[in-house]
């Protein structure tokens, strides 16, 4: 084993920190990678996140009935007064048979109708779909 071979004088004594040199230096190579796979799966999870939202998002303003929620809350005192013609009370209708949301707003403007507050009724409505539809919206960001 203490045999000295010929290519021994070849080899010498490293010089001082060359060895913590090479050490530091693969050590930050190996970050590195980690963190190019980190990356390339960080990449991949956002683009799933990304085609999952769109997939979803084309669903913000569901139209139900023929009709979506922001017809139907524009339409909405029209509907109640009895204004619209028999095609479009009949969408409107179906809409709201079918849509739970805009149900509970119909709802709550024949209620603050029968109270005399029909203005204030609409007036909250739109503020209250618009914050619904705010809502969904940032809800959809999210998943982004």
């Given at each position: ?115 005399g507050k029909v203005a204030d009724a609409v007036e909250q409505s739109r503020d209250r779909n618009a914050a619904w539809i705010r ?10």
């Open positions: 084993m203490n045999e000295k071979r010929p290519d021994d004088k070849l080899w010498g004594d490293c010089p001082s920190g060359e060895m913590n040199r090479l050490v530091t230096g693969l050590r930050a190579k190996r970050r590195m990678h980690h963190l190019r796979i980190a990356a390339g799966i960080s990449t991949a999870v956002v683009l799933l996140i990304v085609a999952g939202n769109l997939a979803v998002s084309t669903h913000d303003d569901p139209v139900i009935g023929g009709i979506s929620c922001q017809k139907v809350e524009s339409l909405a005192q029209d509907y109640l007064d009895n204004k619209l013609d028999e095609e479009l009370t009949a969408r409107v209708k179906q809409h709201v048979k079918k849509c739970r949301h805009c149900r509970q707003e119909f709802q709550r403007m024949r209620d603050e109708r029968d109270q809502e969904h919206r940032l809800i959809a960001d999210s998943m982004r």
